[in-house]
């Protein structure tokens, strides 16, 4: 099995900057793509960045030019540098990975993190 681990939610304000971090571990042979979902209240989870492992990142256009998406193969943890952050970007940051847990292609599956709380507000 594989665990996925978020850290870095805070409340801020309007304009200011947090940095999240998604560690993964456990039984990990290959980790395919890793990505950033979010959920705001009453509305459905949505994508904020992908990161491929062939160095790929797309984003949301929400996001665009205000959020970096990044990963650290080495050390299997996948981050998220948010600047200009608006009170829009309130939510649940979930982290996600497409992971291989042995070369056999039905041992590859997506696991999902507890999720991450951030709150802009003034």
């Known amino acids: 099995q594989v665990q996925l681990e978020e850290s870095g939610g805070a409340w801020v304000q309007p304009g200011e900057s947090l940095r999240l971090s998604c560690a993964a571990a456990g039984s990990i042979f290959t980790i395919y793509n890793m990505a950033w979902f979010r959920q705001a209240p009453g509305k459905q989870r949505e994508l904020v960045a992908i990161s491929t492992n062939d160095g790929s990142r797309n984003y949301a256009d929400s996001v665009k030019g205000r959020f970096t998406i990044s990963r650290d193969n080495a050390k299997n943890t996948l981050y998220l540098e948010m600047n200009s952050l608006k009170p829009e970007d309130t939510a649940v940051y979930y982290c996600?990975?497409?992971?291989?847990?042995?070369?056999?292609?039905?041992?590859?599956?997506?696991?999902w993190g507890q999720g991450t709380q951030v709150t802009v507000s003034s």
């Open positions: 996600y990975a497409y992971v291989a847990t042995s070369s056999a292609v039905r041992d590859r599956k997506a696991y």
